[in-house]
């Protein structure tokens, strides 16, 4: 038998997972919000917490979007109805965005990456979605030598005010 899980492990709002390599990973030029259509079990799985979007990117069918390789852990409490861990989610956006969309993603090199899912203020299901090109490594280099160059910055000026 599963084991019971207190109401008070739930997330009612706020982040449930980010996607920390998509800024490293790729130049993200525009950010989109998005509802997902999502299963009763796949909802309070999320609620667990019990999602990895580190894989996931988006994809274009049938003039839909779809958020492909979005990982979220059966529910242990499931009962006779379940969940494909890895299936394609719809996502639920305007039309207008989903034809810019398509539109930059037809052009080459152009990716729709997930950078966080989250529960807004009504207490919904979000993904922010990133459209972006993938970086080369030298721009990651870059982007790591300024990173470090900040951190740097900001220690000197704190010994500098004691």
Known sequence: MAKKVKSSFFITSGQVAQNRRAHFDYEISEKFIAGIELKGTEVKSLRLGHCNINDAYGIEKDGEIFISNMSISEYANKGYESHAERRERRLLLKAK?????????SKKGSTLVATRVFFNDRGLAKIELGLGKGKKMYDKRETQKERDW???KQRIMINANR
């Open 150 to 152: 900040t951190r740097e």
């Open 97 to 105: 965005e989903i034809k810019q969309i398509i539109g930059e993603l």
